[in-house]
């Protein structure tokens, strides 16, 4: 207190710590915290229209990596116990979204994570390794995804798709090149193969149309009923198309048939002709654009998000868009999620905020001692921060939840603490001796509400199950940002209030042109006044 100006600065060197620590990537910073689970799935697709046989041995393969690199991780292990437990095999769909008999999923059981001691994710790095490139798959992922989406979400849209696919192999080859990301895919796949038909002039000089065509190759390809007859309660359907060996290969559609309006009949090969292309598994769109989303994975969860997305940003974006024309990028994924849940609860912080403030001016009387109580609650936020720092946790969404809980927690023993200041000033104590009785008066009962409520959020901060994950950075900043904004407070609340009373008493000697006594310019001193 008698060195107020100095303890006052103390504060402005943890916030730059602080900024320091988060900037330098020392204290860790995320979207959604990685929440690990006893199952790791992997998930192929390969080319639309590849039977389940193909499918099914490119998981057999797989499968038996995954055994290999059991037995490497479990002669690493001191208890040489199995990591991998056990492994289903799926054919039909997957994750990705995709189904047919070209998308299959593996499931791998884990040993509990309590007794395993390693994410699943470093699991399905080593299993991604030991596979090395699987050339016949088209999209292959290693491990678990959040609930939350993609970490990485770049959506491409335009309305020009040549554009577009020439802006998602430029996003693909530059993502490639981020050691951080794994599994990177796009939606716009192909599909299974199709026949193309082009008409040539002499069709269309018969009145023919493409239409007309390509239901004719159909009725001779794949058939059409003719006739339904009842058999007492069944019905039999008749069909008629071409004998199974003149419709065995593609090189009988150029002798087929195609009879005109007039009845007349030409081969195909006069009229059309055809080239076999893939077509596409989804058309998607966003804002009334194609889309063609690119998506990847971190190779490691607890690697820092937004600096990898602010890389995306800054350096890969202008660079893909510089060499195509009417495309437009959007972040969607944890990144369209997050900026909602922040739009949210930016929202909804304001509005406690601006609550708070209200019921404090009308408490005491007074703008400044509202905003100095207010002003605490940074302390808070910086022990928050510190606590996720020591605690080994990034910093997240689920983190800001107990940040907003955390804001009118710390306030209470600054209303504690000022309330006792404006007693002993009604009292008629001089200003110094006011502030310093209140500090001892109210030492035993803060240090009891702060250790109370810490102690009581121990359990849930060094629970190691995988149900409590979610739960512990809410803990960790009410914990941590509680016990370190009530130090700070019990120190710097008290010199900081003599501060305010130099530019009280600064601005009374403005205004009247005399000099007060320090306590005479406090509302508490005219309250009293007041009363009497």
């Known amino acids: 207190m008698r060195h107020k100006w100095i303890t006052v600065s103390i504060p402005f060197a943890f916030v730059f710590l ?51 690199v059991n037995e490497q991780l479990k002669q690493e292990r001191p208890d040489k116990k199995d990591v991998i437990l056990g492994i289903k095999r799926d054919i039909g769909s997957n994750d990705f979204g995709d189904a047919g008999s070209h998308a299959g999923r593996l499931t791998l059981q884990l040993l509990d994570g309590e007794e395993r001691n390693m994410e699943s994710f470093i699991i399905a790095n080593r299993i991604r390794q030991a596979a090395g490139p699987l050339p016949e798959a088209q999209k292959i992922s290693f491990g678990r995804t959040s609930i939350f989406g993609k970490p990485v979400s770049v959506s491409l849209l335009g309305n020009n798709l040549t554009e577009l696919n020439k802006a998602r192999d430029l996003m693909i080859a530059e993502l490639n090149n981020f050691a951080t990301l794994k599994d990177i895919t796009d939606s716009n796949q192909e599909g299974r193969r199709e026949i193309n038909i082009t008409l040539k002039p002499r069709a269309y000089a018969l009145g023919l149309t493409l239409r007309d065509v390509a239901g004719q190759v159909r009725q001779g390809f794949f058939g059409q009923e003719v006739q339904r007859i009842q058999r007492g309660r069944d019905e039999i359907r008749v069909w008629v198309r071409y004998r199974p060996e003149d419709r065995a290969a593609l090189g009988f559609l150029d002798q087929m048939r195609i009879r005109t309006n007039t009845g007349a009949e030409y081969q195909f090969s006069e009229l059309a002709t055809y080239e076999i292309k893939r077509g596409v598994t989804a058309i998607n769109h966003l804002d ?7 998506e990847a994975d971190l190779v490691d969860a607890a690697i820092d998000l937004p600096p990898i997305l602010a890389e995306i940003q800054e350096q890969v974006v202008p660079k893909v868009l510089a060499q195509v024309q009417g495309v437009q990028v959007s972040f969607e994924g944890q990144s369209r999620d997050q900026q ?4 949210s609860m930016r929202r909804a912080f304001s509005v406690a905020l601006l609550g708070m403030a209200i019921l404090l001016f009308l408490v005491f009387r007074s703008y400044a001692q509202g905003l100095h109580i207010m002003s605490f609650i940074p302390f808070g936020i910086m022990g928050a921060i510190w606590g996720h720092g020591i605690h080994g946790l990034q910093v997240n969404t689920l983190s800001l939840y107990g940040i907003i809980a955390l804001a009118g927690i710390i306030i209470n023993d600054s209303i504690v603490f000022v309330d006792q200041i404006n007693r002993n000033i009604r009292e008629g104590q001089k200003l110094f001796d006011a502030v310093y009785s209140a500090g001892i008066s109210r030492l035993r009962p803060i240090l009891l509400t702060t250790l109370t409520t810490v102690v009581g959020l121990a359990p849930i901060i060094s629970e190691t199950s995988r149900q409590a994950q979610f739960l512990i950075p809410m803990a960790v900043s009410i914990a941590y940002g509680l016990l370190f904004g009530t130090f700070l407070l019990l120190i710097i609340l008290p010199a900081s209030y003599l501060v305010q009373n130099k530019f009280r008493l600064w601005l009374a000697y403005v205004l009247t042109e005399k000099k007060h006594a320090p306590e005479e310019v406090e509302p508490a001193w005219k309250e009293r006044h007041l009363i009497d």
């Open 18 to 68: 602080t900024i320091g620590l988060l900037g330098g990537g020392f204290i860790g910073v995320t979207f959604f915290p990685f929440v690990d689970g006893d199952t790791l799935p992997v998930n192929v697709s390969l080319v639309p229209g590849r039977q389940e046989a193909d499918t099914d041995s490119l998981l057999a393969k797989i499968e038996r990596i995954s055994w290999q």
């Open 288 to 294: 009334k654009k194609r889309e063609i989303r690119v």
């Open 340 to 343: 909602k849940m922040q739009q």
